[in-house]
């Protein structure tokens, strides 16, 4: 297969630059660029990836751009480096393997490549992910982080993904030098940091000659995004309901069916605040303790409103016992995380020969590395997720090449509760993110 021009500059770039931040939209083509430089270069390359991408896309992806490379996955009990393949393909849950071979991945990978696929995985500098690559990554000579989602709507998150490109020239050495440089203490909570004034913009400026950058919309034509906003309303919960919302907004303790449930810490209250906006609570023993369900009486009348192919997000394993009643009265439907590796894979298939008028998943679990375009074209979030990447790369799952209809994004949202404060969120990330994107993408083109 031949490569389009936009991705022959991008094989060109890295082999150049030898380490670089591949910023490319997702249809673009990532994967196929860092294949033909693997091929190029002729170094024994390792590729960390999201779970199910490091399982089949690379492999197969390989097939179709590099037909002779012998590709070896990491995976399961029996997985082991082999010296004689091109490229090794592990997931950022494995990396704990490697950690225990320093010396054999020394001998394996020492001047090679080495590709962060989706490296956002890596956004947090204290996640055992970072910490086991900062062990590995200097043995390589050519380093390539990927993704079309770098920035998560935390500025810090930067660091580490830069840090594994450049070893801390653009960013600081560490992470208490990125703070001092561009972030200051949170006036009122402790251990907390925001931007200071300008940082973002000097911050770009900094990682802009790493980057290489490609945009969709400069190369393909894709169908808009529709979002809509569903609402259902607490006062139809119940007054108990909506007193129990508030005492954890505001007292971080309420009693439920006579069991205390606090929220001690921030973080804490706000997973417990979106709990109780799907419909229940998990108390200190992981007990569900079921609130409501007009979450569940807005989702049937939106389902009987589309009449036509959807996924359906959740965000709580209590969902999914609703979830799995409303699938069993829709034939062909499919709850994805009762499925095994091999069932799911089925499963896909029909979705995309349009035989699955339900599809039911938690979102990380197909968020990255699927094509789900040839489905259907509409998405309902039961419950919305604070995390920008994984929203916008499930939604790009159907924004895909081949899709000939508009893609709908429908939230169901309870109004005047986190919900709301979760949409906004997104959207004033999505704005910076964009922003980033194009004075990066500006750089790229000048």
């Excluded at 890295?14 to 670089?20: L, T």
């Excluded at 590995?136 to 490109?165: C, D, H, M």
Aim: charged content about 25%.
């Amino acid at each position: 297969m031949e490569l389009r021009e936009y991705q022959k500059r991008g094989v060109e770039r890295a082999i150049a630059q030898e380490r670089c931040y591949f910023a490319v939209d997702m249809s673009l083509g990532k994967t196929a660029i860092m294949l033909k430089v693997c091929e190029k270069l002729g170094k024994p390359a390792l590729v960390i990836a999201p779970p199910r991408v490091a399982r089949h896309t690379w492999a197969e992806e390989a097939a179709k751009w590099w037909p002779s490379a012998k590709v070896n996955i990491l995976s399961g009990p029996r997985k082991a480096l082999d010296a004689a393949a091109d490229i090794h393909v592990i997931s950022y849950d494995s990396l704990s393997y490697l950690a225990g071979q320093i010396s054999a991945v020394n001998k394996q990978f020492y001047g090679g490549i080495l590709i962060l696929d989706e490296a956002t995985y890596i956004k947090s500098h204290s996640s055992k992910r970072f910490k086991i690559i900062k062990e590995l990554f200097k043995l390589f000579r050519y380093r390539y982080n990927l993704s079309g989602t770098l920035y998560s709507g935390e500025l810090s998150a930067l660091w580490p993904q830069f840090y594994v490109i450049d070893e801390g020239k653009a960013l600081g050495p560490n992470i208490s030098a990125f703070r001092r440089d561009y972030m200051r203490p949170h006036p009122r909570v402790e251990y907390v940091y925001v931007e200071q004034e300008g940082a973002r913009e000097k911050v770009i400026e900094k990682i802009k000659p790493l980057c290489f950058r490609l945009a969709a919309t400069d190369y393909l034509e894709l169908p808009d995004y529709i979002y809509n906003r569903i609402y259902c309303d607490m006062s139809d919960a119940g007054n108990d309901v909506a007193a129990v919302y508030e005492h954890i907004e505001k007292d971080f303790v309420a009693v439920v069916n006579d069991e205390t449930i606090s929220a001690p810490a921030k973080a804490t209250a706000s997973m417990k605040l979106r709990q109780i906006i799907q419909g229940a609570i998990y108390d200190e023993q992981k007990n569900v303790h079921v609130l409501h369900d007009e979450k569940r009486k807005a989702l049937v009348e939106y389902l009987e409103t589309v009449q036509e192919p959807v996924i359906i997000c959740y965000q709580f394993a209590f969902e999914l016992d609703m979830l799995r009643e409303m699938a069993a009265k829709i034939p062909g439907a499919v709850v994805f995380s009762d499925l095994s590796e091999k069932a799911r894979g089925e499963a896909l298939k029909r979705w995309n020969a349009g035989k699955v008028p339900a599809l039911i998943c938690h979102p990380q679990s197909i968020s990255h590395g699927l094509n789900l375009q040839y489905g259907g074209h509409r998405i309902v979030w039961l419950g919305l997720t604070w995390s920008l990447e994984v929203f916008q790369q499930l939604n790009g799952r159907l924004r895909r090449p081949g899709q000939t209809e508009k893609v709908y994004i429908d939230c169901i949202l309870m109004r005047g509760t986190i919900d709301e404060r979760i949409y906004d969120t997104l959207s004033a990330r999505n704005a910076t993110q964009k922003d980033m994107l194009d004075a990066i993408n500006a750089y790229c083109r000048a």
